[in-house]
Nanobody, 124 residues
Framework: QVHLVESGGGLVQAGGSLRLSCAAS????????MGWYRQAPGKLRELVAV???????NYANSVKGRFTISRDNAKNTVYLQMNSLKPEDTGVYYC??????????????????WGQGTQVTVSS
């Protein structure tokens, strides 16, 4: 069984910063990509940032230059440093992890796991 635990959300004024963390634990053989998505009220969930095992990153255009994604492979943890926050960054942030279970060590099959979500609210 795999668990993802997120932390770091909260209320911040525009221009402020927050750092999100997401730790994966449980029966894990390996982790490939790790990422953050967000969902604002009345909108679809969208990709914010993703990082591969080789530390290649990709960001939504709306957060480029303000957000930084990183990971600690030894801790199975992904981070999202959010600076210069704007009211439009408000939403529930979800981490996503693509991983391989021990039972699939030789098949290459990977699974998507999601965190429970953490609320980020940016006031103007």
């Amino acid at each position: 069984q795999v668990h993802l635990v997120e932390s770091g959300g909260g209320l911040v004024q525009a221009g402020g910063s927050l750092r999100l963390s997401c730790a994966a634990s449980g029966s894990i053989f390996s982790i490939n990509a790790m990422g953050w998505y967000r969902q604002a009220p009345g909108k679809l969930r969208e990709l914010v940032a993703v990082i591969t095992r080789d530390d290649n990153t990709n960001y939504a255009n709306s957060v480029k230059g303000r957000f930084t994604i990183s990971r600690d492979n030894a801790k199975n943890t992904v981070y999202l440093q959010m600076n210069s926050l704007k009211p439009e960054d408000t939403g529930v942030y979800y981490c996503n992890v693509q991983l391989r279970l021990p039972t699939d060590w030789d098949t290459g099959r990977e699974y998507d796991y999601w965190g429970q979500g953490t609320q980020v609210t940016v006031s103007s």
